[in-house]
Structure formats: structure tokens, C-alpha cells
């Protein structure tokens, strides 16, 4: 189910990363129809995969309890609110350095920086088939008193992601300029060398989404030990 549930995904921010590249990038204006078309079709996207990872999976689990109360409902709100918030904010961090580009730097520092940053995503996307088909198994060892266990597979989740991370600097490092040539040619003369001199900060931003990935892992590691204060802080911090 997991493995379905990450090919979506897949399939989604292919699609995200196609319009955000289109319309950043390139500096394609779109109309607010094909904004809300786009937005309508996540949505939709987002309704199936309810369906299909969640409604029709649970079907097949026997003995579900679909009696619920404010009570719980509070409880669970109360246990969760500072994870939502969390959230939040490291979507707001992580987005932070694009906000402030927008607003100081102007249209074309917001192409090239739009550009570069998007192998991070993918970095993350990569990340996230590593960590999420070991949250059970990882959840299952805490809830047991397997220290040892979790500690150990939290470990090698980490040598996996720092090994993929490795893999995409040298990557960037080798084939980065090359890349970076190719996109200054599809974007027209106008773009020749603006790209390839931001270089440096291609690889710098690619490092980064590998310790992004890690810091992922470590908030999952403290989601199962049930940390949520101490999660609410890093971020406040």
C-alpha cells in the first residue's frame, strides 16, 4: 500500500514540478482559469488517493471502530495541534529563502533560484521512500522496548539517505555545469552564463536538501517517541 501510495506522489509532483518549473522558471504568466484547473486536478488527485489507500484499505482490516466522540476528538486534536503547527512552520522555513527572493531580488533571481532549487524536492522525494515503509517497523521497536532495533534501523535509514545524498553532489559537481548549459540554451540568449555562474550555489543548495532529508527522519524518530513540544520548539527556534 505504501509503495502504491508513493508512486502517486511521484506521479503528483511530477506534474508539480512540471507547472512550478513552467511558470517560475520560464516566467510564463498563466491565467487564474489554468491555476484553478491545475489546483482542482491536485485535489481530485488527492480525493483518490483517500480513496484508494485509505477507504478501500480499511475495508479489509477487520474489527474497525468507527464510533468516535468530542471527547476523542478533542484528545486527538489536543495530542496533534502542535505537529500541525510545526508543520506549518517548516513549510514556511523551507519556503522562506523563495519568499524573500520574490520580494527583493525580482522575477528573474526568482527563475534562477527556482531552477536550482528544484532537485532539493527531489532529494526529499527520494528520502521518503527510504523512511516511510520503516515508520511501522520503526514505531512497532519503540512500542516494544527494542531500543537497540530502532536504533540501529534508524542508523542505517540514515547511511541510506546520506549515501543518496553523496550520490547527488557528486552528481551536481560532475554534471551540474553541463545541466546548467542545456537550461541557459532552452531559456533563450537572453539567460547565457546566468545560470552557470549560480553553479556553486547549485551544489551548496543540493547538500542542503540531504541534511533536509535527515532532519525529516529525526522529526519522524521524535514523532514516534512522542516528542511533540520538543519538535514545536526546534522549529520556534
Known amino acids: 500500500v505504501n509503495c502504491n501510495y508513493k508512486i ?15 511558470t517560475g522558471a520560464f516566467g510564463v504568466e498563466s491565467l487564474a482559469a489554468d491555476v484553478l484547473l491545475f489546483f482542482l486536478a491536485v485535489l481530485l488527485g488527492q480525493i483518490a488517493g483517500v480513496v484508494l489507500f485509505d477507504i478501500v484499505v480499511l475495508k479489509e482490516l477487520p474489527k474497525v471502530d468507527y ?4 471527547t476523542q476528538a478533542r484528545a486527538l486534536t489536543a495530542s496533534a495541534i502542535l505537529l500541525f503547527v510545526s508543520v506549518f512552520l517548516d513549510f514556511y522555513i523551507f519556503s522562506a529563502a523563495k519568499y524573500a527572493i520574490d520580494a527583493h531580488l525580482g522575477d528573474a533571481a526568482s527563475g534562477y533560484f527556482n531552477v536550482i532549487f528544484m532537485p532539493t524536492s527531489v532529494i526529499n522525494l527520494a528520502a521518503g521512500f527510504v523512511i516511510r515503509p520503516y515508520l511501522t517497523y520503526l514505531t512497532d521497536c519503540w512500542n516494544a522496548h527494542r531500543f537497540s532495533d530502532f536504533s540501529k534501523k534508524l542508523l542505517t535509514i540514515m547511511a541510506v539517505i546520506g549515501g543518496l545524498t553523496v550520490l547527488a553532489v557528486g552528481g551536481t559537481v560532475v554534471l551540474g555545469k553541463p545541466v546548467l548549459v542545456l537550461l541557459e540554451w532552452l531559456l533563450g540568449a537572453a539567460y547565457s552564463g546566468k545560470l552557470t555562474a549560480l553553479w556553486p550555489a547549485f551544489v ?12 525529516n527522519l529525526y522529526y519522524y524518530a521524535l514523532v514516534i517517541l512522542r516528542k511533540q513540544k520538543l519538535i514545536f520548539g ?3 527556534v
Open 8 to 22: 502517486s506522489a511521484v506521479i503528483f509532483y511530477l506534474f508539480y514540478c512540471m507547472f512550478y518549473f513552467y
Open 67 to 70: 464510533n468516535w466522540s468530542g
Open 204 to 215: 551548496m543548495i543540493v547538500l542542503g536538501g540531504g541534511f533536509y532529508a535527515v532532519l
Open 234 to 236: 526546534i522549529y520556534v
